[in-house]
């Protein structure tokens, strides 16, 4: 497994913009698929984005399509989303995942989890 520490979460008003980071210790980070997702209170954990290992595929929710953009530096061991025109409703607290194998699709099964990081969106 790949032990993951996220970053960049905080208080934003709506329409602004903030950049999570998810630093991944360990080797097969590079090797392995990632995801971001979110879970507000009350509601179950949902899928934002993914990125195959190589960062040239890339799946959104329809909720964040055009504004979100999910991204990785394996040279950095890093992975990022970047949000923009953010919105009360993109409240929750986000965690980024690696996945089992090296491309993303719906379904996939993710095994590592980093603790999360809240982001709260102002009206």
């Known amino acids: 497994q790949v032990q993951l520490v996220e970053s960049g979460g905080g208080l934003v008003q709506a329409g602004g913009s903030l950049r999570l980071s998810c630093a991944a210790s360990?080797?097969?980070?590079?090797?392995?698929?990632m995801g971001w997702f979110r879970q507000a209170p009350g509601k179950e954990r949902e899928i934002v984005a993914g990125?195959?290992?190589?960062?040239?595929?890339?799946y959104y929710a329809n909720s964040v399509k055009g504004r979100f953009t999910i991204s990785r530096d394996n040279a950095k061991n890093t992975g990022y989303l970047q949000m923009n025109s953010l919105k009360p409703e993109d409240t929750a607290v986000y965690y980024c995942?690696?996945?089992?194998?090296?491309?993303?699709?719906?379904?996939?099964?993710?095994?590592?989890w980093g603790q999360g990081t809240q982001v709260t969106v102002s009206s």
């Open positions: 995942a690696a996945a089992k194998t090296d491309y993303y699709t719906p379904g996939v099964l993710f095994d590592s």
């Open positions: 360990g080797r097969t980070f590079s090797s392995k698929a």
């Open positions: 990125v195959n290992w190589s960062g040239g595929h890339t």
